[in-house]
Structure formats: structure tokens, C-alpha cells
């Protein structure tokens, strides 16, 4: 909710500053439009549709990687489901002695891995969880050696263990992937000057469009809050967590 609320308040600043250049720009024209009434739009149109290209390639960038990158968060955990059903299965293909003791450390890794998650936002809970995850991989990767020593079973016990530990680093490092600062720190640059060349756009009229100039500023504001959520899908409105019950029902399963 911490985030929620700090998304929410960033795009509420954003919005009452578009809404000042949207006014700003307005004034500026005015007074050009008095000082130079034969040229005062002259060249304008070239660098307005420059900025609004800009803003909005760079709206349709980062919507569009944001978007990309939240599907692709889903689709790990299900290939993590994936990979530790088949290496839960794989354990029927241990000794009959060391399948207990390999199916409760399973029982214990998926809860590890099912706390993480649920952890956040509080990174200190989230990064014990994970080192307990780690430590439980230990753990299963040696007893599965152990038991399959010398067996056939090496060839698939092992394998899909090694995919089981391979994709968690792969949804970690995920999880952390995003945008540098900066290309935000533009992307809200560039809506605050075009709201000042909107405004400047408009100071022809002689009356203010108070409709256009506030749905403006409100598209722009809720498009970047939208691409923010989208970004860390585990701590606003938009998530990932509906996904988490394939982990839920394979940790019931697990008898």
C-alpha cells in the first residue's frame, strides 16, 4: 500500500504541475501575442509536434516494456510450478528410504518460496525467505546426489532439480528489472513542457477550455501511473499474485 500510495502522489503532483505549464503556456502566449501579434505562432507548430512525437514515443516505449516485462513475470511463475512439479515427481525415481525426507524438504522449499513473495513489500522478511529458499536448494541438491549415486535415475532426478534452482534466479533477477530512473525522470520532463506548449497553444482563444486542458493533464498523469503500476506488479493495484495460486495448489498436492 506504501507504494500505492507514493505512485499515487507523484501522479497527483503531476497532474497540478501540467495543470500550472497548461496555465503558464497560456500566459506566455498571451503576453507574446500582445508584443508580436503578426508572429507570434511563427515556427511553433514545428517544435510542438516535435515534443508531443517525443512524449508520446516515449509514453508507447515504456508502456509498451512495462507491459512486456509484467507478462513475462507471470509466465515464470508458472514455468517455476512447472519446474519444481516435475522435479517433485522425479523424486519417485529415488530409493524408496530417501523419498520422505527429499518430499518434506520439497513441502519446506515451496513454502520458502511462497513466503517471499507474500513478504513484500518488507525487503528485510523477503531476503531471509529467499536465503532460506537457497539454503533449502542446498539441501535437496545434496540429498538428491546422495540418493542417486550410482542409479540411472541421475539423468532425470538431477536435471530438473538444476532447472527447479535455474529459474529462481531467473524470476529474482526479473523482479528487479526495470527502467533506469532517468528515462522517468524524462518522461515526466517532457509532459510538463508539453503541457507549457499546449498552454501556449491555446492562448488564441479567448476563453479558457477548461475541459480539454484538465483531460489532458489527466491522460498524461494516469498514463504514467498506469506504466509505474505495471512496473512492480507485486505492490500496487495492477499484480501478479492471482498467477501464485499455481504455486498454492501444487504446494496442496504435495501429500
Known amino acids: 500500500m506504501q507504494f500505492t500510495l507514493k505512485a499515487l502522489l507523484l501522479a497527483a503532483v503531476l497532474l497540478v504541475a501540467m495543470l500550472a505549464c497548461l496555465e503558464a ?18 515556427g511553433a507548430g514545428v517544435v510542438e509536434g516535435a515534443i508531443f512525437a517525443l512524449l508520446g514515443l516515449l509514453i508507447a516505449f515504456t508502456f509498451s516494456g512495462a507491459a512486456s516485462r509484467f507478462d513475462e513475470r507471470r ?32 513441502r519446506r522449499y515451496v513454502d520458502a518460496r511462497l513466503a517471499a513473495y507474500r513478504a513484500l513489500p518488507d525487503m528485510v522478511k523477503v531476503k531471509a525467505e529467499l536465503a532460506r529458499g537457497t539454503a533449502l536448494q542446498q539441501e ?90 505495471l512496473e512492480f506488479p507485486r505492490l500496487g493495484f ?9 504455486l498454492v495448489e501444487l504446494r496442496a498436492s504435495m501429500k
Not at 529459474?167 to 503541457?195: D, K, N
Not at 495492477?238 to 501464485?244: G, K, L, M, P, Y
Open 75 to 106: 509466465k515464470l511463475i508458472i514455468e517455476e510450478v512447472n519446474a519444481i512439479g516435475t522435479a517433485y515427481l522425479r523424486i519417485d525415481l529415488l530409493p524408496a528410504a530417501a523419498q520422505p525426507e527429499m518430499r518434506e524438504a520439497f
Open 140 to 229: 535437496i541438491w545434496t540429498k538428491a546426489v546422495a540418493a542417486s549415486a550410482g542409479s540411472p535415475a541421475t539423468v532425470l532426478v538431477l536435471p530438473a532439480l538444476n532447472q527447479m534452482i535455474d529459474i529462481t534466479t531467473t524470476r529474482t533477477m526479473a523482479g528487479e528489472m526495470h527502467p533506469p530512473g532517468v528515462i522517468f525522470v524524462l518522461l515526466c520532463g517532457l509532459a510538463l513542457l508539453s503541457g507549457l506548449l499546449a498552454g501556449d497553444a491555446t492562448a488564441g482563444a479567448k476563453r479558457r477550455d477548461w475541459i480539454h486542458t484538465v483531460t489532458f493533464a489527466f491522460a498524461l498523469a494516469g498514463a504514467v501511473y498506469v506504466i509505474l503500476d
Open 238 to 246: 495492477i499484480r501478479v499474485d492471482a498467477f501464485d495460486v499455481a
Open 25 to 42: 503556456g497560456r500566459w506566455l502566449g498571451l503576453r507574446r501575442a500582445r508584443l508580436d501579434p503578426e508572429g507570434a505562432r511563427a
